[in-house]
C-alpha cells in the first residue's frame, strides 16, 4: 500500500524501470555466450554438412539411405520416451510427497532428490557398472537367492541404459512438478473434499489436473536431456544400443567424418524442436487458467 | 432447506504441547448465526477446522443434528465451507464449480444445469457460468463460493473469514447480502472473523474465543452491554479501564476510588459480579467512550472526574477526545459531532461525568 513512489509520482515497477540501456548491459554476457558457445558452432556444424568440401545434400541422404542410421535415432527417440515415462511415474508421487510433507522427512526427501543431482553423472553412471556388472551387487544377489545359476548380462544392454539414464535424469522430472504441486493452496483439496469428494476423487479432479504445468514442462526437460544424452549411454550402452550421440561422437572424435557429423546433429536438433513444437501445441489446451 | 443444529462438545486440539483449542462447548441453534470472533491465534479456525472436518479433535465430541460427526471424512459430513481466499477451482468454469458438490453425489445431468443455474442466480452471477475464476472480481468470486458452498443445500454454512480480502465498501456489501440469504435459506451459518464490527452487525449470537478457549458466548447487544470478561469488554466494542479500589459497599450504592483523579459510585452491583466487592478490593471498571459525559469543570454539581483534554481525533460522524485524568490516567471519551455545546480544545480543562448504570466492574484475574 505504502509503497515509495518515483520522482514522477509512478509506483516502480521492476520492469519498467530498467533502462534500455541497463538491460541491454544485463543481457550483453548471455547474448555472447549464446552467440558465440552455441548458434555460431552449430550454424558451422550445419554449413559444414551441406557445404563442405563442396555444396551437396549427400550427407543427409546417407542419413536417410543406410537403415542403421534411422535405426539409432529412431531408438533414440526410443528410449528418450521410455525413460521419460519411467521418470514420470516414479517422480510424480515423489514430487507430491515432497510437496506434502513438512519438516525433517521433507528435508530427507529434498536431499535424496537433490544430492544425486550434485553428483556427477560419471560417477553415477560408473555406480550402475558396479551394480550391474557379472560379478556385481544384482548378480549376487540373484544367484544367492537361487533366482539364476549363472551370472545374467545386465551391463552393455538397453535395460541398463534406460535404468540408469532414469535414475540420472529423474530430478529434472521431480523439481518442476514439485514447484507446481507445492504452490497449488491447500484449500483447493480442502474445497474439493468439503463438497464431497473423497481423496481419490480431491486429487484426480484438482491436484493431477493443477499440476500439469509442471508435468509439462518436467516431461519436456527429461525427454530433450535424454535425446542428446552422452555419458551413460555410451558407458552402459553396447554396439546395439547405439544412440545419436555416441554415434555422433564416434563421426567427430573416430572417423573425423565433420560434415557427416553435422548432417546427424541437424538431424537430431530438427527432430527435436518438432517434437518440442507438437508437444507444446497439445499441451497449451490446458493453459486456460493461472493458479492463485 | 432446513438448518441443522450443531453442537460441540469438550471440543480440544493439541499440537505436542501447544493446546490450540480447549474443551469448548458450543450449542448452534438450527438456522442461528453464528459467529466465532477472537484475535489470530485464539483458536476459532482450528475449532472451524475440526467442525468441517480437516483437523481432528485430540479430545471432546461434536453433532450435527442427531448426527456424531467427530471422525466422519468431511466429504461426508454435508456441510457447506467458503474459504478465506474462496478457493475456487481455477482450472473450471464458474458453471463447474458450482456443479462440483453435485456431480461428486451424482446428481442426474439436467437436474444440475437446473440448480447450478438457481445457485448463481440466487447470487445474482446468472450469465457468468462460462467465465473461469481468473476473469472475475473479487467480490464476484466471493459470491460463486457462495453459491457452491450452498448450491447442495447443506444444513450447515462454514465461513472462515470469508470478506478478508475485500474492501471496506464491498465488504459491507457482502455482509448485509450474506445475512439475507442466510434469512431466507434458514441455513445454519458458523462464522469466523475478528472484525468485532462485522459479528456485531451479522451475527444472532457470538462466540468470543481467547487463547483457545471461549471466553463469552451471547447476544451482541449481551456482549456489548454486559461483558464477562475484560478482554470480551476490550475487544466487542471499545473500552476505558480504570484501576479503582473499593471504598464502601452498602445499601445505597458502591463507591470506588479512582486514586487522584476522584470517584466514582454505582447505585446497583453489576450482574457479572456474583460476590459484591468488599471495601478496600481492588477492581477494574470498564466504560464505553460513548458512555462518558463531558462538561466545562463547574458546570455540574454532580461529582466529576477532572481531566486536560490531550488531543481531539476526527472520526466523521463523531470525535473522539483523549482525556488525561488528575491521577493521570487516559481516558477516550466519544461525542458525537452535532452537539450543540461548544466542544473543547487540546489543552482545555474538562469535567467527566460517568453514569452508574454504564460501569462493567471486574474482578482483578491472575492471568
Avoid at chain 1, 560417477?123 to 544384482?138: D, E, M, T
Avoid at chain 2, 437446473?114 to 481468473?134: E, I, M, T
Avoid at chain 2, 480480502?165 to 441455513?187: P, S
Wanted: aromatic residues 8%; glycine residues 8%.
Amino acid at each position: 500500500m505504502a509503497a515509495k513512489l518515483l520522482a514522477n509520482g509512478r509506483r516502480p515497477t521492476s520492469a519498467r524501470e530498467y533502462g534500455p540501456m541497463l538491460a541491454l548491459a544485463l543481457i550483453t554476457p548471455f547474448v555472447m555466450l549464446l552467440f558465440g558457445g552455441f548458434l555460431y558452432p552449430v550454424g558451422a556444424l550445419l554449413w559444414g554438412s551441406i557445404f563442405v568440401p563442396e555444396a551437396t545434400l549427400a550427407n543427409y541422404a546417407r542419413i536417410l539411405h543406410e537403415p542403421l542410421f534411422l535405426l539409432v535415432l529412431w531408438r533414440t527417440f526410443e528410449i528418450a520416451f521410455v525413460v521419460t515415462a519411467l521418470a514420470l511415474l516414479l517422480g510424480y508421487p515423489v514430487a507430491l510427497a515432497m510437496a506434502r510433507v513438512s519438516g525433517r522427512s521433507a528435508l530427507l526427501i529434498a536431499a535424496c532428490v537433490l544430492i544425486p543431482l550434485w553428483t556427477s553423472v560419471l560417477v553415477r553412471s560408473y555406480a550402475w557398472i558396479v551394480l550391474l556388472q557379472r560379478n556385481g551387487l544384482v548378480n549376487n544377489a540373484l544367484i544367492e537367492t537361487g533366482l539364476t545359476d549363472a551370472p545374467l548380462r545386465l551391463l552393455y544392454t538397453q535395460g541398463a541404459v534406460i535404468a540408469a539414464m532414469t535414475q540420472v535424469l529423474l530430478p529434472f522430472m521431480i523439481l518442476p512438478i514439485y514447484s507446481v504441486v507445492r504452490n497449488i493452496p491447500d484449500d483447493l483439496v480442502r474445497a474439493a473434499r468439503n463438497l464431497g469428494a473423497g481423496s481419490f476423487q480431491a486429487f484426480v479432479r484438482v491436484t493431477l489436473p493443477l499440476s500439469f504445468p509442471g508435468v509439462s514442462a518436467g516431461v519436456l526437460i527429461t525427454f530433450i536431456l535424454s535425446l542428446g544424452f552422452y555419458i551413460t549411454p555410451a558407458l552402459l550402452g553396447g554396439p546395439s544400443t547405439l544412440m545419436m550421440s555416441t554415434l555422433i561422437g564416434q563421426q567427430t572424435t573416430e572417423l573425423l567424418d565433420w560434415p557427416f557429423a553435422g548432417a546427424l546433429a541437424t538431424t537430431l536438433l530438427f527432430a527435436t524442436l518438432l517434437l518440442v513444437i507438437v508437444f507444446r501445441r497439445a499441451l497449451a489446451l490446458n493453459k486456460g487458467f493461472e493458479l492463485g | 432447506m432446513d438448518g441443522a443444529s450443531v453442537s460441540v462438545h469438550g471440543l480440544g486440539k493439541r499440537y505436542g504441547a501447544v493446546r490450540a483449542v480447549k474443551a469448548v462447548d458450543i450449542e448452534v441453534r438450527p438456522g442461528e448465526f453464528l459467529s466465532l470472533l477472537g484475535p489470530s491465534g485464539s483458536g476459532k479456525t482450528t475449532l472451524l477446522m475440526m467442525i468441517a472436518g480437516f483437523e481432528i479433535p485430540t479430545e471432546g465430541s461434536m453433532r450435527i443434528g442427531d448426527r456424531d460427526v467427530t471422525y466422519v471424512a468431511p466429504n461426508r459430513r454435508n456441510i457447506g465451507m467458503v474459504f478465506q481466499r474462496y478457493a475456487l477451482f481455477p482450472h473450471m468454469t464458474v458453471a463447474d464449480n458450482v456443479a462440483f458438490p453435485l456431480r461428486m453425489r451424482k446428481v442426474e445431468k439436467t437436474e444440475i444445469a437446473r440448480r447450478v443455474a438457481n445457485a448463481l442466480a440466487l447470487v445474482q452471477l446468472q450469465d457468468f457460468g462460462k467465465r473461469f475464476p481468473s476473469e472475475l472480481s473479487g467480490g464476484q468470486q466471493q459470491r460463486v463460493a457462495v453459491a457452491r458452498a450452498l448450491v447442495f443445500e447443506p444444513p450447515v454454512l462454514l465461513m472462515d473469514e470469508p470478506l478478508g480480502a475485500l474492501d471496506k465498501k464491498l465488504r459491507e456489501q457482502m455482509q448485509i447480502e450474506i445475512k439475507r440469504l442466510q434469512q431466507r435459506l434458514g441455513v445454519t451459518v458458523i462464522y469466523v472473523t475478528h472484525d468485532q464490527e462485522e459479528a456485531l452487525t451479522m451475527s444472532d449470537r457470538i462466540a468470543v474465543m481467547r487463547n483457545g478457549s471461549l471466553e463469552q458466548i451471547g447476544s451482541p447487544t449481551e456482549l456489548y452491554d454486559s461483558p464477562a470478561t475484560p478482554f470480551v469488554a476490550d475487544f466487542v466494542g471499545k473500552t476505558n479501564f480504570l484501576e479503582a479500589v473499593c471504598q464502601s459497599c452498602n445499601g445505597s450504592g458502591l463507591e470506588f476510588g479512582l486514586g487522584q483523579s476522584g470517584f466514582i459510585s454505582l447505585k446497583d452491583c453489576p450482574p457479572n459480579l456474583t460476590t459484591p466487592p468488599r471495601p478496600g478490593e481492588k477492581m477494574r471498571l470498564g466504560v464505553r467512550p460513548e458512555a462518558i459525559r463531558m462538561a466545562c469543570p463547574g458546570d455540574s454539581d454532580d461529582r466529576t472526574l477532572n481531566g486536560v483534554v490531550e488531543a481531539v481525533i476526527f472520526v466523521g460522524s463523531f470525535r473522539t477526545f483523549l482525556v488525561r485524568l488528575t491521577g493521570g490516567e487516559l481516558v477516550h471519551v466519544q461525542a458525537s459531532t452535532d452537539h450543540d455545546m461548544t466542544q473543547p480544545n487540546e489543552g482545555d480543562r474538562v469535567g467527566l461525568t460517568i453514569p452508574g448504570q454504564a460501569v462493567q466492574i471486574f474482578r482483578e484475574r491472575r492471568q
